[in-house]
């Protein structure tokens, strides 16, 4: 509040009442006085004219003052607005740490408590061979972050969780928001390998009419299409509308029976039945047409720690070059060439995915071109 100066008072004793006060309230009762002071001595001046050179010396000790004043005031103006900022920052970090925390939080309940309330499914035998034999090779995460053991099939060498996650309480996860896609980046890397893989392998018109089971984010589909190839997929998540790709999954897909290629990249490690799944791409497909598959490659000691130390695995399947081909020819295809590969860089760009026709037990991923065959195999 502004507060007037009073009269008859020496400025000294002025001077004393500021004490203690903030700067910029001490500033303005300052301002105050003085501009009050100014008013007394043109009044004293312009009504005794011989007091006229000590008024003049009055006036410049005020002017100095003043100037004086003005100074602080704009340093203390200064110096506060640099205080809000950084207060204003402060805010904005604790906030935002407060949310992140807030959020991993509620995430992690949610994900403790499903893995306490779900509904199991025990695997008994081989979901390629049928076997019942196999050997035990450790404990994993399953979806759910509840513990399952890994199984290995004795005959056909496929890897295999010993319990699944029930279809609903699956739905639930995944609505959940659990995300598998890699980042664009990578996902356009692996896309333009898989391109070039395609083109080395296959004439053009042999990859003229594709279909990808799992599209993700289109990125192979929109190179393949780029290059002429009428394109069409399914994906769980979502639609793209300028690839022909319809929001859905392998149950949902018309048999059109006139592909000549189709793609399951990173896709049929995640189906507990895999041959529903093969039957459909067989539907999918003219007759000679073909199937290219990539998965990680259960032969490398990487991926296979990998896959045991990831706190909630989505894979139920996991497999040797070996252990897929053998799928793939009980489901009427037959294996034209198999690949090894293993992104690499940070991140991963196309030229440095390499692949390789060796070295089995080091690559990440294997690769496979199959052509399917007039009949399947009794499974
Ligand atoms: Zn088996």
Redesign the pocket.
């Known amino acids: 509040m502004r507060r007037r100066p009073e009269d008859n008072k020496d400025s000294d004793q002025d001077r004393d009442d500021g004490m203690g006060m903030s700067g910029l309230a001490q500033m303005e009762l300052l301002l105050a006085r003085s501009t009050h002071r100014l008013s007394e001595l043109i009044m004293k001046v312009e009504s005794r004219p011989g007091e006229l050179t000590e008024g003049i010396a009055a006036l410049r000790d005020l002017a100095r003052e003043h100037a004086e004043a003005l100074a602080t005031l704009q340093q203390e103006t200064a110096k506060a607005a640099a205080e809000r900022a950084e207060l204003r920052e402060a805010v904005r970090q604790v906030h935002a740490m407060t949310s992140r925390r807030t959020r991993d939080l509620r995430t992690y309940i949610s994900r403790k408590f499903r893995a306490m309330h779900y509904t199991p499914i025990q695997v008994e035998?081989?979901?390629?061979?049928?076997?019942i034999?196999?050997h035990r090779i450790g404990l994993l995460n399953n979806i759910v972050g509840a513990p399952a053991e890994l199984f290995q099939?004795?005959?056909?060498?496929?890897g295999?969780v010993s319990i699944l996650v029930h279809p609903d309480d699956l739905a639930r996860y995944y609505a959940d928001g659990y995300d598998i896609v890699p980042s664009k980046e990578f996902a356009n890397a692996r896309a333009v390998s898989q391109r070039n893989l395609l083109f080395e392998l296959l004439e053009p018109q042999q990859r003229s009419r594709v279909f990808e089971i799992g599209a993700g984010t289109g990125a192979l589909l929109r190179l393949l299409s780029e290059e002429g190839a009428e394109v069409a997929g399914v994906e769980p998540r979502w639609a793209i509308e300028d690839l022909d790709v319809v929001q859905g999954e392998a149950e949902d897909i018309a048999a059109s029976g006139d592909y000549n290629l189709v793609v399951l990249s990173h896709l049929i490690e995640h189906i507990p039945r895999p041959h529903e799944l093969l039957a459909v791409v067989r539907q999918l497909l003219r007759p000679g047409g073909h199937l290219f598959l990539e998965v990680p490659n259960f032969e490398s000691a990487d991926i296979k720690a990998h896959e045991q130390s990831r706190p909630e695995n989505a894979h139920v399947l996991f497999f040797t070059a070996a252990?897929l081909e053998?799928?793939l020819h009980r489901s009427g295809f037959q294996a034209v060439t198999t690949k090894w590969s293993t992104p690499s860089g940070k991140p991963p760009k196309a030229e440095n995915i390499v692949y390789t026709d060796g070295s089995t037990d080091s690559a990440y991923h294997v690769r496979i071109l199959a052509r399917m065959l007039d009949k399947p195999l009794a499974v």
């Open positions: 035998e081989c979901p390629n061979c049928a076997s034999d196999r099939c004795d005959d056909c060498a496929l295999y252990a053998n799928m």
